[in-house]
Structures are given as structure tokens and as C-alpha cells.
């Protein structure tokens, strides 16, 4: 790894052994944007690579300079306007109205290592010998304004970590209507735009279709990152598919508005922008102040869709996550909310966990429910004090019994929300988001509290610093369970407002970071309503977030794989719940059910006590089974094989990283009779290891696994599965070991 910068050309080349990024200094001042994929070798003058031609249409910088048309250059970090048509990376409004502004490049400076930045979710290196990092600064020489690009090159791997800061160095105040993370101008547009969209209980569904002029984008503007939309998008050639081809992803470390988008211009450039949603944004810089953009980070892959995603799940899993759990399998929980929802006392409670400690569940999770005046969802949000009617010995009463049992003990909270019967509320009418005079919309029967407010953030810290002193928790479940709209502080002044949404979500950060300080060994899960900030910004603080409310197997099948793409399985909550499902009242087998919740973080959201005595011995059996491999499921590398979105059958695995052992997920949603063979080519074995297919007698070898394929027919697999019978929701595991 390393950056070079060449001072004749005034040309920067950051490069490892997978990627190179190349810009320069174009000769109007601005940065251009020269090359970003598979590494090539650096040279002293890549000028040939500036595309720059006087075309009949365009306007130009000056008659001198008549090639220099910013529309027609790729550049690095476009403002609006001064002969640039397409959308901006930034835009700057003066005290004039003017929204213009001119960031010409002043210097550079490269640094070992990758700086922090303050008070946001952001990758990061344990040591200095991880990553370089390139910071070029721009100015604007009318208002003083200045922008410092930050590039980190990692030393392994396609990724490559870009943010913003900005400074007024002038004299009068500014604002920032606009702020993006990351620009990238490619020189075609020969691409697929993939994004992960969908709603509640259907999130991160993979959506595909082909670039043309105009703009694609998704975004959000719920003030969280949303069911709807992930701020994740890979862009890949036609051809690319899972194995082979090139893509680029691109995910912004953040849980507020984003905007990601492609804008292909008038001569097949595609420009991409990633950042905070600049509707709703407006930042008020005075002289002296400064603003950072969240991160956002770009991988390139030449090697398949696969080879993207596990390029984000290394980094992600090992330089985003931190912590104690960071890199610790995670405890097999039971959660009791699809058990009993609001209907339970102390002592249900703790029958529910007796029977899943008999199983082998190592964690008993305390849902919605237990504090203040929550008796359904309609009051105590706000009230972080457990309920005495329901739990008479308060949450530590609970806590010493659960852990008498030998478990441990986790609470759900959703800090963030204010039920209007609460005593929080009554206390403090006005410290939630709302505008003067309009109405205080409701959602769950609740209000958003304003966190870009100190004050609320510290007194609903200590609430829960009190809780967390003085019960023996050991797992947080943060949950978030509406969208903001209304968006205005009573605290701030008018020309502040386009500030709260960000605010908003830096006061989450803070409360986070406050919490994860004081209880470093709480292991943390996010959640908001399933998967509506399934984000990297949380990923920082919490190493597990609940993936979606949708807990059917065969729903979670398109969930999950679609998850995958940018975010590592150890991040991925997933349980087996009951049957009927809650959701879509379907009925799974429950070896399906397992199956599928392997391949992330293992759990239990029903009562065990309620299943047939062979049913519970299954579940030991799972568990059990889990315990054996949670460190494979977890942390191994995993790819996708078959994909729910174009089948019926579905597969995926894990890979040891010493490649001698690997297990393969294979699901079938609907059973046909008469039906084709069906095989999967493996993904990421030895070629040379004889693998055992456990249960069986057979073994083969990792080249005939991953060119011939596995056979998955039935009639194959009678031996593995004791010739059950086929049917609709089917999955088999096949466990391979290499001796
Ligand atoms: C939404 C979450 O996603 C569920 O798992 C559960 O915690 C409920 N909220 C509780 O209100």
C-alpha cells in the first residue's frame, strides 16, 4: 500500500495490490478524477487519462481555457454551477444568496495510519502500518472556505475510506446546503445499479436494473436509514455476477437521511454521490467553524460480487465493529417478545428461560414491556424503571434470577422515544421533535425526543447508567420504532433548523458512545422495528443489529442474502421463532428454521416450553450443533451461491479460513414433483483437500466440489436426511471437513 504523489504532474496515486485511485490537480485548480479499479502501475504522468475536449455546447471556465468545461471533466469533488450542469458534491449558500463556490487545491499531506473522526461511527486501524491516509486540501479564495479531502488506502483489499471537512476560514458566515461524503465521476456508464430496498418486514430485497441518462438514486428522509432503502449500491458490469466481473460498492457509515445516486450526463459519465440527504440539510458554518461529513467507503472488486461483499465483511466485522464482542461468538439468545409480547409476570418469564437454559441458551432477553406504565404500546415509553406490578423484584430481582439459573441477562430499551403517558412527557412536554404550530404527528403512539439536545440525551444516559449500575445486564437490545417527521428543535434557532436531523443522529451516536464506554462488556444489538437502521454508523457501536421483524425462514432466506452484500453474518440477528409464523402465519419445519438462523447471529424467539418433547430434543440438538460451529458461521468467509430472487432453491456458505472446513446452506421454497437434478458449484475450497461430507459416507475433492458442484438432488441426499420426505420449506446442511 501506498500514495504517491507526483510533484511535476501534481498527480496522487493511491494503490495496494488490488486498487489503484488516481486524481490530479487539473490545470483550472480543481481536482479531476483520473482512474479508480484494479491496480495498474504508477507512472510519473497519467495526463493522457484527462479527457478534455472543446465541445459546440459547452460553457467554459475563460477564453484561454476553453477545454475547461467542468461539465465535461471528471472531477473529484464538484460544487454547484461555474459551467458544471450536473448535481454537486457540494453547494455553499453565502450572506448574498450566492450558492457558487470555487474549491481550488491548495495542498496535501499524508499520514500514517487513519485519523478519528469526532463524534461519528468511522473505520479504523489498530495500528499505523494498516492504512495511509491522504488529506488534500481545498480553498475557496472569495469566502475562505475550506474543504479537506480525506482518502485512507488500506493495505489489504479493494477499500478505500473517504469523508469531508470543512472549515470557514473567512470572514462571514456560510452555509452548507450540501455536503457529500464522496463524488466519483467513472467514464462510462456501462453498468447495473444493484440497491437493497423494501419495508418493514421485507428489507434489503436486491433490486437490479441497468444505468441510462438521468439520475438513479435512493435515499432517505425519515431521519433514520430506513426499511426502504439501504445507504448501500454496488454498481457492476452486465456480465459480472457472483464469481467473476468487476463492481463497486459504495456504504455510508451513517443512520440519518442519505442519498446515494448516479447521474449518467450527456457523454455516458456517471457521476456518483453519497452523503447526507441535502433535502433537509442546511449547516450554518460561522468564521472559525468547522463540519465533518459522515464516512463513506468505495470498494472495487475485479473478482465478483462475492469477492465485494467479503471485502466489506473484513473490514466491517474487524475495522468498524469494536469492542469485546467484537471478535467473541455470540451468546444463543432467547428473546420472549414473540413468546408472550406485552402478556407476561416475573414468573413466566422466568419459566420461558428455565426451558431454554435446559437447552442450552445462554442468554435470556427481556423485550418491550417491562417499565413504567407499559401495559400494550400506547405508554411508558420515556420511563426507564421496571414496572412493579409485573416485576415486583424490579429488572435486578429479574437480572439475580435469570443468572441464578445460569444464564445471562438482557434488556430491551428504545431510548430515543416518548410515549405522551409517561412521566417523561408530563415532565418535559416540550423536549420532543415538533414544529411551532403544527401538529405533533404520532407514530406507535409515540414522539421522537429531540436528541440533538444535550440535556435529553444526558438525562435519558443516566436513566439507563442507573439501571445498567445497578442490575446484572448483560446485553442491550436498542430498538427504534418510528420515523421522524416534524422535524424542528426547540432549541435552536431558526436559521439552525436544516440541523436537527443530523444533530438528531450525532445525539444518538453520543448516547451510544457514552454507554459503550461505561459497560464495555454489554454486548449491544440495534434494532428499529427489524431492520430500519440496519446501517454501518450503528455497526460502530452495536456488533449485531436485529436484521428484519420477519423472523419466517423462508421470508428471512431474501432478507438475509440480500443483507449479505454489505454486511458480515455476524452481524446479522436471526432467530427461530414459532409456527404459525407471526408474520406471514406460514409453517416451516423447524430444522428450516435453524437452518436458516445459523448463518447469523443464533437465537429464540418463542416459548420453548410449548413445543412436543421430540421438538425440544431437536432444539438441543441445534443448539448444541451451533455451539460446535458458531465460530465458522460467524466469522468464517462466507458466499452466496444460489440466489432467492432468481429461484426456488436458495444456497450460501461458510468457509473456514483454513479452507478445511466449510458448511453449505441449501433451501427449497415451494417442493415440485418430478423435478430436474439440482447441484451447486462450491465457492472457496482447496482445490487439492479431499472433503468428508459428514452423515455420509461420502468425500470429495475441493476441485470436483467447486467445478462439477455438489449434488443437492433428493435422491443424493436420501442418505443425509434419513429419507424424509420431500416437501414445500425443505433445507439440508451439508458439513464438509477436510482431514
Ligand atoms: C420492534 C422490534 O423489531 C421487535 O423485535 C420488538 O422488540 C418490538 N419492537 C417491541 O416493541
Request: net charge negative; with cysteine; aromatic share 12%.
Amino acid at each position: 500500500m501506498n500514495i504517491i504523489f507526483h510533484e511535476q504532474t501534481r498527480t496522487f496515486h493511491l494503490y495496494n495490490d488490488e486498487i489503484s485511485y488516481i486524481m490530479t490537480v487539473l490545470p483550472s485548480g480543481h481536482m479531476g478524477q483520473l482512474y479508480f479499479g484494479k491496480a495498474i502501475r504508477d507512472r510519473e504522468d497519467f495526463s493522457h487519462l484527462l479527457e478534455d475536449t472543446f465541445r459546440i455546447t459547452a460553457s467554459y471556465l475563460s477564453e484561454e481555457q476553453n477545454t475547461m468545461s467542468l461539465e465535461h471533466l471528471k472531477q473529484e469533488y464538484p460544487v454547484y454551477g461555474t459551467t458544471d450542469y450536473r448535481e454537486p458534491a457540494v453547494e455553499v449558500i453565502q450572506a448574498n444568496g450566492s450558492h457558487l463556490s470555487n474549491l481550488q487545491y491548495s495542498g496535501y499531506r499524508i499520514t500514517d495510519g487513519k485519523p478519528k473522526l469526532s463524534g461519528l461511527p468511522a473505520t479504523y486501524t489498530e495500528d499505523d502500518s494498516e492504512a495511509k491516509t491522504l488529506t488534500i486540501t481545498l480553498k475557496d479564495p472569495l469566502t475562505g472556505l475550506a474543504a479537506e479531502l480525506l482518502y485512507t488506502i488500506f493495505a489489504g483489499g479493494g477499500a478505500l475510506a473517504r469523508s469531508v471537512h470543512f472549515i470557514n476560514q473567512g470572514t462571514e458566515i456560510l452555509h452548507l446546503g450540501r455536503a457529500m461524503s464522496l463524488a466519483l465521476d467513472l467514464p462510462d456508464c456501462n453498468y447495473e445499479w444493484l440497491q437493497f430496498s423494501g419495508v418493514w418486514a421485507r428489507e434489503r430485497h436486491l433490486k437490479t436494473r441497468s444505468l441510462e441518462p438521468g439520475i438513479v438514486s435512493v435515499g432517505s428522509l425519515r431521519g433514520a436509514s430506513s426499511h426502504e432503502h439501504n445507504p448501500f449500491i454496488i454498481l457492476k458490469r452486465p456480465h459480472t455476477d457472483e464469481n467473476q466481473g468487476e463492481a463497486i460498492g459504495f456504504s455510508l457509515i451513517y443512520s440519518g437521511n442519505f442519498l446515494a445516486q448516479a447521474e449518467v450526463d450527456n457523454q455516458d459519465v456517471t457521476r456518483i454521490l453519497l452523503g447526507i440527504h441535502p433535502d433537509t440539510f442546511d449547516w450554518k458554518l460561522e468564521p472559525g467553524a468547522d463540519f465533518q461529513t459522515p464516512e463513506a467507503v468505495m470498494v472495487y472488486s475485479s473478482l465478483g460480487l462475492n469477492h465485494l461483499s467479503q471485502t466489506f465483511h473484513r473490514l466491517y466485522q474487524k475495522r468498524l465493529a469494536r469492542g469485546y464482542w467484537r471478535d467473541r461468538p455470540r451468546p444463543i439468545l432467547i428473546n420472549n417478545w414473540e413468546a408472550t409480547y406485552f402478556d407476561f409476570t416475573e414468573d413466566r418469564l422466568v419459566t420461558i428461560a428455565g426451558k431454554a437454559k435446559e437447552c442450552g441458551v445462554e442468554l435470556f432477553v427481556l423485550d418491550d414491556g417491562w417499565f413504567g406504565a407499559r401495559r400494550n404500546d400506547s405508554a411508558g415509553l420515556g420511563d426507564w424503571y421496571a414496572n412493579k406490578e409485573l416485576l415486583p423484584n424490579g429488572i435486578s430481582g429479574l437480572s439475580r434470577r435469570i443468572e441464578a439459573l445460569g444464564m445471562k441477562f438482557g434488556l430491551w430499551f428504545e431510548p430515543e422515544m416518548v410515549n405522551e403517558d409517561s412521566d417523561l412527557y408530563r415532565a418535559h412536554p416540550d423536549w420532543i421533535l415538533r414544529t411551532p404550530g403544527r401538529s405533533a404527528s404520532l407514530g406507535r403512539h409515540q414522539h421522537v425526543l429531540d436528541y440533538s439536545r444535550k440535556e435529553v440525551v444526558d438525562y435519558i444516559y443516566e436513566m439507563m447508567a442507573k439501571l445498567l449500575r445497578e442490575a446484572r445486564i448483560s446485553y442491550i437490545k436498542w430498538d427504534m420504532n418510528r420515523y421522524i417527521t416534524e422535524c424542528y428543535s426547540a432549541a435552536l434557532p431558526s436559521d439552525r433548523q436544516g440541523e436537527v436531523f443530523h444533530r438528531y443522529i450525532l445525539g444518538v451516536y453520543d448516547l451510544y458512545d457514552r454507554l459503550t464506554r461505561e459497560f464495555p462488556h454489554v454486548l449491544f444489538e440495534s434494532c428499529a422495528s427489524g431492520g430500519a437502521r440496519f446501517d454501518p454508523g450503528l455497526l460502530y457501536y452495536a456488533p449485531q443489529g436485529w436484521t428484519s421483524d420477519d423472523s419466517d425462514a423462508i421470508e428471512r432466506l431474501k432478507i438475509q442474502y440480500g443483507t449479505s452484500y454489505c454486511y458480515p453474518i455476524s452481524c446479522m440477528g436471526s432467530h427461530v421463532s414459532a409456527v404459525p409464523n407471526h408474520q406471514v402465519f406460514r409453517s416451516t419445519p423447524l430444522y428450516t428454521r435453524a437452518n436458516v438462523a445459523y448463518f447469523g447471529t443464533f437465537g429464540y424467539e418463542l416459548d420453548l416450553n410449548k413445543l412436543t418433547a421430540d421438538e425440544q430434543e431437536e432444539v438441543k440438538q441445534q443448539i448444541a450443533f451451533m455451539k460446535e460451529y458458531r465460530e465458522l458461521f460467524q466469522f468464517g468467509v462466507f458466499y452466496r451461491l444460489r440466489s432467492p430472487f432468481e429461484d426456488n432453491y436458495t444456497s450460501w456458505m461458510v468457509v473456514s479460513p483454513d479452507q478445511k472446513t466449510a458448511i453449505v446452506g441449501w433451501y427449497k421454497t415451494l417442493n415440485h414433483v418430478n423435478v430436474p437434478f439440482t447441484r451447486v458449484r462450491l465457492q472457496g475450497l482447496a482445490p487439492d483437500l479431499c472433503y468428508h461430507l459428514e452423515d455420509s459416507s461420502l468425500s470429495f475433492y475441493g476441485d470436483e466440489l467447486m467445478n462439477a458442484g455438489l449434488i443437492t438432488s433428493d435422491s443424493m441426499c436420501g442418505e443425509l436426511t434419513g429419507k424424509r420426505p420431500s416437501c414445500d420449506f425443505d433445507s439440508r446442511l451439508f458439513i464438509l471437513k477436510a482431514y
